[in-house]
């Protein structure tokens, strides 16, 4: 898979299967939303968009979300492309997750089909690598970062018709949803 960028932008990537993502419900405190019976409690504050470590990336999927896409609980830190990212896999799929603090998506010189996206209210990309089924999300932070998704669909999970786009969207609306700034 090729991925060109100019000004030495790299890109995060994450390879997942597909998730459904909870809502929120609002409680009885004036003005606040709480989560509804079962979910996780959102962090008031997770790790920056300005500098995401490879460790952090890790712990933006839960053991949940992880499997939710398809893939082994606990991700590996690691490097791509020069950047910080981490990696989680199984038979079915694969997911990368990157963070790049030298641009956004405006940067990219994308040169497959695209698609522009919101994913938690904030600008993205979705990203279609043909011919084998992987597709990306990349998703600004802030001015100057943005982060990636991208998934792969292994054999097993073609067999099982996950679909990657589906999937690096709901990875990158996940990891996203726990990124402050």
């Known amino acids: 898979m090729i991925f060109r960028v100019r000004t030495g932008i790299a890109v995060l990537a994450v390879a997942a299967t597909a998730s459904a993502l909870a809502g929120c419900g609002e409680d009885s405190t004036e003005g606040q939303a709480s989560p509804r019976s079962g979910e996780p409690k959102p962090t008031k504050s997770g790790p920056s ?9 890790c712990e933006l999927l839960s053991g949940q979300e992880a499997r939710e896409l398809s893939v082994e609980a606990g991700g590996t830190p690691g490097v791509y492309a ?63 970062s943005m982060t990636r998704a991208m998934v792969s669909v292994l054999s097993a999970g073609q067999a099982e018709r996950l679909d990657p786009c589906e999937l690096a969207q709901q990875a990158a609306t996940m990891a996203t949803k726990k990124i402050s700034g």
């Open 49 to 57: 968009g300005t500098n995401l470590s490879k460790q952090q990336l």
């Open 82 to 144: 020069g950047d910080p990212a981490c990696k989680w896999a199984s038979d079915k799929a694969s997911v990368n997750l990157t963070f790049n603090n030298k641009g956004t998506s405006k940067d990219l010189n994308i040169q497959t089909k695209s698609t522009p996206v919101k994913i938690n209210g904030r600008n993205g990309v979705l990203i279609e690598y043909p011919p084998a089924p992987n597709c990306g999300v990349v998703v600004d932070l802030t001015e100057k």
